[in-house]
């Protein structure tokens, strides 16, 4: 199944010691190549993406502030800053919910979506399937931040086109602004995500579906099984591994949504009901200049996206050796 | 197996028509045909639905890039008012002509640099066997699903000490950092769809490990490069949390993703020029997407599904 999706691989099936060393002796040049190779990207790495971490984690231990900023000097507090958001009422009813509700229903959505679009786009001829495919391309490629701008732009209170378009069918008799409510400020969100979402996952299925035998479906069809049935019990079950990595990787995207609200009106920190994870670490840390506090937010986030992604290695072992 | 079943339909379709005569078998196929019309017309509108909220943002967008008169306030779908007039102005007093340079600088470099960085790691990582190899690549794939939001904080400081705050240099480190994970994880398929005995061939002709890699393998691996380098291009011209920490009050240094910003005013913000902006920022994009395309989702694919 996974041989229809992936590049050709000449590592596949092949011995493992490699002859990319030349000649049969191998000298400590030979040796240590990899190692040569590596060591620049490594070096980059481990300056940018490792210590860091490391320090995220070293700062949440601390009340560090600007003056810890400017001084270098460590105040350590322990797991104050833990205590602290794992009592404050907000993480309960706020930040949670926004976070974890909206990921699941923006998974569930674009999954949906996505999938739904693949099977469209599966059974249309050529033409209208390069169509669909470049339209598609096109909200894939669209920058988070501009199509955010846009969304806002089309739910504007004020000159937005929904607005103009209830008022102008009678539905509503003066402007609503949409980015006040909780509620309709997070479907705005979900709106943008699962419509910057969908394109990925239905190029993926697309690319599973077209590598399902055209005879097992064409065999079932004989049989008498239905499209639906069809779907549930043929392609499903041969798509496994696409679905699961596609679910995975867009509960990773849709965990560490950050421009898509902080962009949005009252998104920045102003309108409290908004916050999420991301956007909370970041207005307390940038906003409040309690980076301390901030920093064990982002670490928790940290935590929670490690153990999805623990996950979706996990997966991606079980079919093949890396 | 699938000639077995096509046999049987043959035959059980011919029982049929022998059975109840030809014009029970004419209004079945008129009944098919109908059934047929009316799948397609389904279709149609599917499709129809999925094109109009698929593109309607683009369009809204360039539509009131285009309108001289957007955000007065009823807008129509098309224009009222075609003008270059938006551009114009994003373009000259906006500042997006500094800030589209200040970009395509910031881009430029963090491809050069990653693209070389990466192809070195995706050959040591496709072509050899080491130890910790497989301890490398699990690392590579956990640290890209990092969050942005957990390394702005200690990279800000880092920079900050650096005393590289406000400038792109700051920024462009930070950017290389940034795409050499997904780079790295990606040249890795298309080295290893290189065969080997090329490789070997260019051993046999006398070729030393550097000769070989030059002319066998660059060559080879040069389209896989091309679509990294366009990934970490968008990553580059699109991100938004670094450029807004890290460039904080230098507005002379901003790139385009938050040189947006400029045009929310206290009370009322200039849709037209936010829109004419946003179309600056996303043409480049658009057009280097659809360029690698393909290249890129299978690329996608095969670094996540394969392993």
Known sequence: MSNTLQVPSAVQGAPAPRAAGGPARKSLLTRSRPWLLLAPALAVLAVLMLWPLVRVFLFSLQDYGLREIVSGEPNWIGIANYGEIFTSPELYTVVLPNTVGFAVLAVAGTVALGTAVAVLMASLGLFWRTVVGSAIMIAWAMPAVTGTYVWIWIFDADRGIFNETLEALGLIDEPVNWFTNRYTFYAIVLLNVIHHGFPFVAITILAGLLGVPKEMLEAAEMDGAGAWRRFWRIIVPNLKQVFAVVIILSTIWDFKVFAQVYLMPGGSGSNREALNLGVWSYVESFGQNRYGFGSAIAVLLTLVLLAITVVYVRTMLKEEEL | ?307
């Open chain 2, 1 to 307: 197996m699938s000639t077995d079943t096509t046999n049987r339909v043959d035959a059980s379709s011919r029982r049929s028509t022998e059975a109840s005569g030809p014009t029970v078998a004419g209004l079945r196929r008129s009944r098919r045909t109908a059934r047929k019309t009316r799948v397609a017309a389904g279709k149609a509108v599917l499709v129809v639905v999925l094109l109009a909220f698929t593109l309607f943002p683009a369009f809204w967008m360039l539509s009131s890039a285009f309108d001289a008169k957007a955000g007065a306030g009823g807008q129509q779908l098309l224009p009222r008012e075609w003008s270059l007039s938006n551009f114009e102005y994003v373009l000259t007093e906006g500042g997006f002509d500094v800030f589209l340079r200040n970009s395509a600088i910031v881009a430029l470099v963090t491809v050069l640099a990653s693209a070389l960085l990466a192809l070195l790691a995706s050959v040591a990582v496709a072509r050899f066997r080491f130890t910790f190899r497989t301890t490398m690549l699990l690392m590579i794939l956990i640290v890209q699903m990092v969050p942005l939001e957990a390394l702005v904080i200690p990279l800000f400081v880092q920079v900050r000490d650096l005393q590289l705050l406000n400038t792109l240099l700051g920024l462009m480190v930070v950017y290389v950092a940034l795409s050499l994970p997904f780079g790295i994880w990606m040249l890795r398929g298309f080295v290893a769809a290189v065969p080997v005995e090329l490789e070997e061939a260019a051993y046999i002709d006398g070729a030393s490990w550097g000769r070989m890699f030059r002319s066998v393998l660059l060559p080879l691996v040069m389209p896989g490069l091309v679509a990294t380098s366009v990934f970490s291009f968008i990553t580059a011209w699109n991100e938004f949390i670094f450029a807004m920490t890290l460039l904080g009050g230098a507005t002379e240094n901003y790139t385009v993703a938050i040189g947006l910003k400029q045009f929310f005013g206290e009370h009322s913000n200039e849709w037209g020029y936010i829109m004419a902006a946003s179309t600056i920022i996303t043409i480049p994009v658009m057009v280097f997407f659809v360029i690698v395309q393909r290249r890129l989702s299978s690329g996608l694919v095969a670094g996540a599904v394969k392993g």
